[in-house]
């Protein structure tokens, strides 16, 4: 059974980082596209960033330049370094595997991680 398993969240500054991590079981990284996603209060989860099994990525508008997407395929996992946060990057962090723009159809999601970024 697939199951994602996200950790890194916490509480943050605004301009700070912080690194997302997920660790994938059930499939291998290597072979999948990979990507993270985010849902804020009261909003539909977004795609937010996603990484190709030959290593293209791509980002939202709303995160290219400050966020970076990568994957270690020893550890079987996905990261997420955010950087230069903001205050509307305020969300449960999510990543999953697949078409990343089909969320809807996605069965598997982990519990997430909760990113607040606050002063």
């Known amino acids: 059974q697939v199951q994602f398993a996200e950790s890194g969240g916490g509480l943050v500054q605004p301009g700070g980082s912080l690194r997302l991590s997920c660790a994938a079981s059930?499939?291998?990284?290597?072979?999948?596209?990979m990507g993270w996603y985010r849902q804020a209060p009261g909003k539909q989860r977004e795609l937010v960033a996603y990484?190709?099994?030959?290593?293209?990525?791509s980002y939202s508008d709303s995160v290219k330049g400050r966020f970076t997407i990568s994957r270690d395929n020893a550890e079987n996992t996905v990261s997420l370094q955010m950087n230069s946060l903001k205050h509307e990057d305020t969300a449960v962090y999510y990543c999953?595997?697949?078409?990343?723009?089909?969320?809807?159809?996605?069965?598997?999601w982990g519990q997430g991680t909760q990113v607040t970024v606050s002063s």
């Open positions: 990484i190709m099994p030959l290593g293209a990525t």
């Open positions: 999953n595997s697949g078409s990343p723009y089909n969320i809807a159809a996605k069965a598997y």
């Open positions: 059930g499939l291998d990284v290597r072979t999948e596209v």
